[in-house]
């Protein structure tokens, strides 16, 4: 009836010292906004290989600026404004690369307004979870991160471990289902509980979770690594809570995965 005492209060306690040290904190900060601007980018340059636009180079520029001016942030929000700044230039060349029925004008949440967007935010939820739980298996807490910061229900280090993995994982898949038309208006209807928002079918949900399975058993391009020594997305992101829960014990600096090569 009593579940076992907790075996990872060492590794806790690590967290909680990163966590409150400012200088510890904004290092991890950094690192995590560095690997998703640089993500981003070469989503975007993948994305240009098949649809060329003058929208993609710009985005793709801007976010080499946002990311050199990452290593000089002194506070978090600082940080946070570069963070924002290359997220809406990412969004804006990736608008032009969606060339079938479903669209994507800007990115917008809360609830999602359209197609696209409620797929962004599904994958993202789906990434998230699973994360957090991979942390929590691990004895640390999914809610202490370093650049998320804490509130009430936020899984703020899985946050932290997503943005390196976000674009590479869940916004490349929802492009090629969008524009091979695998995932079609019909698969969405208006979302009761959120007014303004849409939300998948029961179909597009199943069809959606299929494809999500499929992509996530592929192996994932990553900087420096060969085609035959390339992981999957189950096991990179293992690697990747590994790699934290390692650094947070006093190991190895983590090491944020960067896409492409």
């Keep these: 009836m009593v579940p076992p005492e907790s075996r990872t209060a060492d590794l806790r306690l690590h ?18 906004v560095a690997a998703k601007l ?9 994305a240009r290989s098949n649809y060329a636009s003058d929208e993609l180079t710009a985005a793709m520029q801007a976010l080499a600026d946002s990311e050199s001016k990452v ?28 060339r079938a029925d479903i669209r994507f004008a800007a990115r917008a949440r809360r609830p999602p307004p359209d197609p696209a ?9 789906l990434l998230s979870n699973r994360i957090a739980g991979l942390l929590e298996a691990r004895g640390a807490d ?10 009430p229900g936020r899984p703020s280090l899985a946050l932290d ?4 993995l976000r674009h590479p994982v869940v916004d490349r898949l929802v492009l090629r289902l ?22 998948l079918t029961v179909e597009g949900r199943r069809l959606f979770l299929e494809e ?32 934290m829960v390692a650094d947070l014990r006093g190991g190895e600096t983590y090491r944020p995965y960067r896409f492409g090569g």
Excluded: M
Excluded at 38 to 46: D, E, H
Excluded at 84 to 94: K, S
Excluded at 142 to 151: A, I, K, N, Q, Y
């Design 142 to 151: 999914p809610c202490l991160g370093f650049f998320h910061e804490l509130r």
């Design 71 to 98: 290593a000089d942030c002194v506070d978090a929000g600082q940080l946070l404004g570069i963070e924002g700044t290359g997220a809406r230039h990412y969004f804006g060349g990736l608008s032009s690369a969606f």
């Design 212 to 243: 999500w399975e499929t992509h996530l058993a592929r192996p994932l391009r990553e900087v420096g690594v060969g085609a035959d020594q390339r992981l999957d997305v189950h096991r990179l992101v293992q690697r990747q809570v590994d790699r």
């Design 38 to 46: 640089a993500n981003a980018s070469q989503v975007l340059r993948g």
């Design 178 to 199: 969008c524009n091979l038309r695998k995932v079609r208006p019909d698969h969405f209807e208006e979302d009761p509980e959120r007014p303004g928002g849409v939300k």
């Design 15 to 32: 967290q909680y010292r990163v966590h409150h040290d400012p200088v510890e904190r904004l290092v991890r900060a950094r690192a995590a």
């Design 161 to 164: 471990l997503l943005e390196e």
């Design 117 to 125: 967007n409620s797929l962004l935010s599904f994958g993202y939820v």
